[in-house]
């Protein structure tokens, strides 16, 4: 048990419904984390968010839109999505931005038909 | 182009076999490197973190070591054991960007 929780683990979705991801931490960490993970890919990162406010997006496609209500939870909004968007989609947390010791939760396991 | 490059791709050995695991990196300029290590289907764990001052960090069986000038690291595994079948991914810090490689999948056979 890392500390940060996600649900669903596994989620299945049409292109054209609209689904949440959810991310909790009991880490007391400040700054979280989206993470994309596809098979023979290296983690990609998708958003970070630092005390609530989103200091990176890195190019991420408007149908994934991220929300942050406060420090230990975090969201990740899905519509329209296409199947080359199935993946495992991890988050993560640090004590800070500069600290950088992650801590992942276990994982949405995403397929879109 | 690939920035961290993780080398072999896969791995097996025998039970009791001391290992070692590579990562290279373009960029010589970083902060931190990281070992992760990752299940199937689960999310990653954080092994050991190697500030951009120090050389090497040890946990257990485990020691890794930092080389910047070389741009290289390796997670040197001790007396392996089957439980340490997994995904292992290492990561660096440049910046405020953690880059991954693509991992060694190690499979430690009784």
């Known amino acids: 048990e890392t500390g940060v929780t996600q649900t669903p683990r596994h989620l299945v979705m049409g292109m054209t419904n609209k689904k949440s991801l959810k991310c909790e931490q009991h880490?007391?960490?400040?700054?979280m984390y989206w993470y994309k993970q596809s098979a023979k890919k290296p983690l990609e990162l998708m958003f970070v968010?630092?005390?609530?406010?989103?200091?990176e997006n890195n190019s991420v496609p408007s149908r994934f839109s991220p929300e942050c209500p406060n420090s230990s939870h975090l969201f990740l909004h899905l519509h329209t999505l296409q199947p080359e968007d199935s993946a495992l989609y991890l988050c993560?947390?640090?004590?800070?931005?500069?600290?950088?010791?992650?801590?992942f939760g276990s994982g949405t396991q995403l397929s879109v038909l | 182009k690939q920035e961290v490059t993780q080398i072999p791709a896969a791995l097996s050995v025998p039970e009791g076999e001391n290992l070692v695991l590579n990562c290279s990196f373009t960029?010589?300029?970083?902060?931190?490197l990281q070992w992760f290590r990752q299940d199937p289907g689960k999310g990653l764990t954080s092994l050991l973190l190697?500030?951009?001052?120090?050389r090497e960090q040890t946990s257990g069986r485990l020691n890794a070591s930092l080389d910047k000038s070389s741009g290289r690291s390796t997670l040197y595994i001790a007396a392996s054991q089957p439980g340490d079948s997994a995904t292992y991914l290492c990561?660096?810090?440049?910046?405020?960007?953690?880059?991954f490689g693509e991992g060694t999948q190690l499979t430690v056979n009784p």
């Open positions: 993560a947390s640090s004590q800070d931005r500069v600290t950088e010791k992650l801590f």
């Open positions: 880490l007391g960490h400040n700054a």
């Open positions: 968010y630092n005390f609530k406010e989103q200091t």
């Open positions: 960029d010589s300029a970083i902060y931190n």
């Open positions: 190697i500030q951009s001052s120090q």
């Open positions: 990561a660096r810090t440049s910046g405020s960007r953690l880059t």
